[in-house]
């Protein structure tokens, strides 16, 4: 258990369907990602949030759509998704962005988009 | 571009040997690293990290960093089958930057 908490672990997902992923931190970091993690590829970085501020997006198409109202909630709005972006969606936290401390993963959502 | 480089692997090292993990960086700046274990299917664990040169000691993991020569390993004793995964190497470069992470060493521990 690292701390840090993300629902659903497992999604499917109709390419019409909207959907959401959550992350929670109990660690009192100020920092939350998003990361993608395709099948035998690396981890790609998605969003960065620093104070429930976005510091960071890696140039990820809208129909990904971030939200964090607090520096221990962390969603990922999801609508009108392709078959490729099924994947290992990770959240992490921070103390944070710039303190070059570690990040603590979640557990994951692994999402197949049909 | 600030980068990350480990060689994908696979590394395979017999049951008891020690395995040695390897990673440079690109960022003369960067001032922390660490080592994460990913088992398949699941999410990366930390399982290391250094901030100074020299090495750093964990029961059976010794992280070796040496900031001139810009790379950071890891040594695995006694290596076990359960030590099996994928290892990560992230970096977190000078200046307000998340971590950047290696694309991972797959390690195979034969009983």
């Known amino acids: 258990e690292t701390g840090v908490t993300q629902t659903p672990r497992h999604l499917v997902m109709g390419m019409t369907n909207k959907k959401s992923l959550k992350c929670e931190q109990h660690l009192g970091h100020n920092a939350m990602y998003w990361y993608k993690q395709s099948a035998k590829k690396p981890l790609e970085l998605m969003f960065v949030?620093?104070?429930?501020?976005?510091?960071e997006n890696n140039s990820v198409p809208s129909r990904f759509s971030p939200e964090c109202p607090n520096s221990s909630h962390l969603f990922l709005h999801l609508h009108t998704l392709q078959p490729e972006d099924s994947a290992l969606y990770l959240c992490?936290?921070?103390?944070?962005?710039?303190?070059?401390?570690?990040?603590?993963f979640g557990q994951g959502t692994r999402l197949t988009v049909v | 571009q600030k980068e990350v480089e480990q060689n994908s692997g696979p590394l395979s090292v017999p049951e008891g040997a020690i395995a040695s993990l390897n990673c440079t960086y690109s960022d003369r700046g960067s001032q922390s690293f660490f080592w994460y274990r990913q088992y398949s299917g699941k999410s990366p664990e930390l399982i290391m990290s250094i901030y100074s040169n020299g090495d750093k000691e964990d029961g059976r993991f010794t992280a070796q960093l040496n900031k001139a020569s810009q790379y950071v390993s890891l040594l695995i004793r006694d290596s076990q089958p359960s030590d099996s995964a994928t290892y990560l190497c992230a970096v977190n470069h000078s200046g307000n930057t998340p971590l950047v992470f290696g694309k991972g060493t797959r390690l195979s521990v034969i009983a």
């Open positions: 992490a936290s921070s103390q944070e962005t710039f303190s070059g401390t570690e990040a603590f």
């Open positions: 949030y620093n104070f429930k501020e976005q510091t």
